[in-house]
């Protein structure tokens, strides 16, 4: 049974940074990847990397401010957000694929984690 389970979501100010952190048990993954959610919205991509860890792809609203890395030795990958804003705020969910590269769908992804809410206040 595949289990991914999320921590570090929380509250902060506008400006301020979170680290999300992502861990994998049961299975053998390639690429791994963040979406969110926000209340009203539809569930969007936020960055995913290549089971290597040497490519990755992120959403443009993100670019520059987030950062997305994985640990292979620790079975985890980590999402570093700067520079948060109140749009950033929604639940955040790990997600893992059997498929090759930095998909970017959410329907390449097979297994999702439990989400952890991010709120950025103004």
């Known amino acids: 049974q595949v289990q991914l389970v999320e921590s570090g979501g929380g509250s902060v100010q506008a400006g301020y940074s979170l680290r999300l952190s992502c861990a994998v048990r049961s299975v053998s993954t390639y690429a791994m990847a963040w979406f969110r959610q926000a209340p009203g919205k539809e569930r969007e991509f936020v960055a995913t990397?290549?089971?290597?860890?040497?490519?990755?792809d992120y959403t443009a609203s993100v670019k520059g401010r987030f950062i997305i890395s994985r640990d292979n030795t620790k079975n985890t990958m980590y999402l570093q957000m700067n520079t948060l804003k109140p749009e950033d705020t929604a639940t955040y969910y790990c997600?893992?694929?059997?498929?090759?590269?930095?998909?970017?769908?959410?329907?390449?992804?097979?297994?999702w984690g439990q989400g952890t809410q991010v709120t950025v206040s103004s």
């Open positions: 990397i290549s089971g290597s860890g040497r490519a990755t």
């Open positions: 997600a893992a694929s059997t498929y090759l590269g930095v998909p970017t769908t959410d329907s390449q992804y097979a297994y």
